[in-house]
Structure formats: structure tokens, C-alpha cells
């Protein structure tokens, strides 16, 4: 039995990320960066204690720094480094430090570099507000656009700027975080380790695991993902997140899956077994497969797949006889199982996925109300098949129902070793 013992999260290095743009608060864009720093920030043995999204007004953005600065170790700022005039975030770190802002020379010339290198032409005068710097902060390189970044110090606070642009803040954020432990005082890096179950959900999850969801050392975490699996996030040193992680895998082994999310498992079990998959989908429209060509390695097991939107194309593809759609309806679990059987004679693949259901808004009956799924998996000389009601939007509906049509396909092939 593993004693939980508690440990104040208080003590860890604390951060907070600031995420800048109008298009954020009128919500046209939603922050992503900031949840992807606050696991950069997690993995890297930091306590997020908060996440504010501020407008790109001057007062604005210096009362949430400076209020964030009093509050935290480090505050990661993303966005307001272009160029044009709404872009303030180089003019508030300036005020809030209490500085001037300088035209740092080596930051022009980087800027001038990165329009020659990429065929833009010259950079306008505009560019040259993206080479200032406040006096005493000095620039991070960014190699993949013209907006250096800033690291800063705003009293005992450290603060790094980086672009809102995301896959340029993400290669920016890696570099810096590994020299984060030599500047952070305290700052020491967690081990993180994660499981990832299908089959039950959090509540079942919860009952048995009472007692193992610690706050600290090891800090244990549950989320359900929209992708069909629950994940277990263990963050502590290596010896309480080893002996947590022994724990935990032997209350939910029949659960476990043995890579992140049902695709990625998929692929490595059935790439062990040398075998492939296909998936004949109506409502979700290509999402099954979508989810499994999203995994580097997918190429191992899938060769093909169909997309048989309308009976016609489930008949003459499929082979499901037009009589059975007739007497059972489309959305049927005749058709379902049809379809798999349908499609693992004409790919010839091992496991084989259908999909065919409402996906809405409209075009439910009493009968069959929208969200009414039908799932079918076809493995060896076995088919089986389930029907889903999911309630939500047309979007939530096709990828909850993809994410359940992996779910069966992989409980199916777990059962037959
Ligand atoms: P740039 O050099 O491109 O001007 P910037 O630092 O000024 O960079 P912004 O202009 O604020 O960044 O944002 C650039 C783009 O990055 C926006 O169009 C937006 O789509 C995206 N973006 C900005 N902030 C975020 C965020 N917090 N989460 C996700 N995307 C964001
Ligand atoms: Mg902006």
C-alpha cells in the first residue's frame, strides 16, 4: 500500500503565463500557447499559479505584468512582438522595469538576415520597433520568424517574451527551458511519467485508485481525453513517481493501453503482429483514420481506407446488399456489421472499422435521434458491434464516435491474443 504523503506544492518555483492579443479576449483565437507552457513549465518542475489572457491596451498589459511579476518566479509573456503598433508587449516590460527601450543593433541585424534569407525583400521601418529591447533585458533568438524574444528581470521575477505565433513560441520555450535550472532558484526538474487506459471512465477510474491522487511529490493527475482515454500524469522525484507508477499500472492493468491514446496503441500492436488496419466510414467522414495517420509510424498498419458517405457508395464499395439497407435502415447494426465485413474482403486488411450514424444537426428521427452511431470492428472470424447515442455538436459527435470506433477495434483485437 502506498502511503500518500503530502508535501506543500507551495515550495516549487511558481509561473505564470500572460497570453497577449485582442483576438484572444474577443475570443477569434483560442490561447493554445498558454496550455502548452503550463505543461512546458509542469515538466520542467515549475507550479503554474495562473493564466491570464489580457487585450493589447498599453495600461492594460502593464497592470497584468506588473500584478504577475509580484506573484511568480517566472512570467512567460506570448504574443505582441510584431511589428506593427498594437504590438506593445517590448513597450510595457520597458515600463514595468522602469526602463528606456534601446534599438539593440545585433537584433537588426538578425531581423535583416531573416528577410534576405526568406526572399522577403527589405524590412520596412515598422520592423525596426521588433529590434528594441529594454535597457538591461537581453534577446532570445528566434530562429523561425523576425520577432526576437526577451528575457528579463522585473524584480526577483525572471520574464520571457516570446511570440504568439505558436510553433515559433514552442521552439523558442524549448531552448530557454533548458537553462532554466541554472537561473531559476529552487528549480529542480520532476520526473513525469503517464499511463493512458481505455475501458472505464473517471469515476470507475477514481474507485480504484483511492488514495493515489496526490497533490505533491508525486503530484498525480487524471484527464479524460476526447479521444477516448483516460490519462494518469505522475510528476515527483524519480523514486516516489517509480513506486506510484508500479501502483497505479497493477489497479488498472486490464485497462492500460501501451502507448498514448488508442491510435498510437493500435499501430503498435498490430504493427508487432505484422498486421493492418482499414475503416469504412460514413458519419465520421474520415475522422478514424484521421486519428491514426495523426501518429508518426501509422504507415506500419494502415494501407487504405474508405469514406462511403451515401448507400450507393456502401453498396457498390462495400458489397452491402441494397435489400438489407431497405429492411434495416442505413443506420443499422445489419449495416454496421455488413460494412466491416464488406471492407476487410475488399482490403484484405486484419482489422477492419465501420462507422454509420447521425451526426446532425438535422436528419434524426424518434427512432434514431441524432448522435445515434453505429460502431462495427471486424478481427479474424469475429465482428462486433455496438450503437452510441452522443449528445453535443455535429464536431463532437463525428470524433467522439471515431474515438469509440478505435476503442472497439482495439478491445477486439486485445481479446484475441
Ligand atoms: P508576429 O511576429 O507574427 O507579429 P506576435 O508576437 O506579435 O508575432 P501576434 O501578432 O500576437 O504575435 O500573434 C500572431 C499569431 O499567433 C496570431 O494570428 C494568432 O493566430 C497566433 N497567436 C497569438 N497568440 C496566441 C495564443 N495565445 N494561442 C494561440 N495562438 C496565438
Ligand atoms: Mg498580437
Not at 454509420?356 to 444537426?361: C, D, K, L, S, V
Not at 424518434?366 to 453505429?374: I, K
Request: glycine share 10%.
Amino acid at each position: 500500500m502506498v502511503r500518500p504523503r503530502r508535501r506543500s506544492a507551495a515550495r516549487l518555483p511558481t509561473c505564470r503565463m500572460l497570453a497577449v492579443g485582442d483576438e484572444l479576449i474577443l475570443g477569434r483565437v483560442v490561447d493554445t500557447n498558454s496550455a502548452w507552457l503550463a505543461q512546458w513549465a509542469g515538466n520542467r518542475g515549475l507550479r503554474v499559479s495562473g493564466i491570464t489572457a489580457v487585450g493589447d491596451g498599453f495600461d492594460e498589459l502593464v497592470a497584468a505584468l506588473a500584478n504577475a511579476c509580484a506573484q511568480a518566479d517566472l512570467v512567460v509573456i506570448t504574443g505582441g512582438l510584431g511589428p506593427t503598433e498594437d504590438d506593445r508587449t517590448r513597450h510595457a516590460v520597458a515600463a514595468v522595469m522602469g526602463v528606456e527601450l534601446v534599438e539593440d543593433q545585433q537584433a537588426w541585424r538578425t531581423i535583416c538576415r531573416h528577410f534576405q534569407r526568406n526572399n522577403y525583400g527589405s524590412p520596412s521601418p515598422s520592423n525596426r520597433r521588433q529590434a528594441l529591447r529594454p535597457e538591461g533585458a537581453s534577446l532570445l533568438p528566434n530562429d523561425r520568424g523576425s520577432a526576437p524574444g526577451l528575457w528579463a528581470k522585473v524584480g526577483r521575477c525572471h520574464v520571457a517574451c516570446l511570440p504568439g505565433v505558436p510553433h515559433e513560441m514552442e521552439a523558442m520555450a524549448t531552448r530557454l527551458g533548458r537553462r532554466l535550472a541554472g537561473t531559476i532558484r529552487g528549480l529542480v526538474k520532476p520526473t513525469v511519467k503517464e499511463l493512458w487506459c481505455v475501458g472505464l471512465g473517471e469515476s470507475s477510474a477514481q474507485e480504484r485508485i483511492t488514495g493515489l491522487l496526490t497533490e505533491a511529490n508525486p503530484q498525480v493527475g487524471i484527464t479524460a481525453s476526447d479521444l477516448g482515454h483516460l490519462c494518469l500524469r505522475v510528476v515527483g522525484t524519480p523514486s516516489e513517481v517509480g513506486g506510484r507508477i508500479r501502483e497505479l499500472r497493477k489497479r488498472l492493468r486490464e485497462y492500460l493501453l501501451p502507448a498514448p491514446g488508442l491510435a498510437a496503441s493500435l499501430i503498435l500492436e498490430l504493427g508487432q503482429r505484422g498486421e493492418t488496419l482499414a475503416a469504412a466510414e460514413s458519419c465520421t467522414g474520415g475522422q478514424v483514420v484521421a486519428q491514426v495517420t495523426a501518429v508518426p509510424g501509422a504507415s506500419t498498419i494502415l494501407n487504405e481506407s474508405l469514406v462511403t458517405y451515401h448507400a450507393h457508395a456502401k453498396q457498390r464499395r462495400l458489397g452491402v446488399p441494397a435489400a438489407l439497407i431497405r429492411r434495416h435502415g442505413v443506420v443499422s447494426q445489419a449495416v454496421v456489421e455488413a460494412m466491416a465485413r464488406g471492407l476487410k474482403k475488399t482490403t484484405d486488411c486484419h482489422l477492419a472499422i465501420s462507422t454509420t450514424g447521425i451526426a446532425g444537426p438535422d436528419g434524426g428521427s424518434r427512432e434514431c435521434p441524432v448522435g445515434t452511431v453505429w460502431i462495427a470492428a471486424a478481427y479474424g472470424e469475429r465482428v462486433v458491434s455496438r450503437e452510441c447515442h452522443i449528445r453535443g455538436s455535429r464536431q463532437r459527435i463525428q470524433r467522439w464516435a471515431a474515438a469509440q470506433a478505435l476503442a472497439i477495434g482495439w478491445q477486439l483485437v486485445k481479446a484475441s491474443v
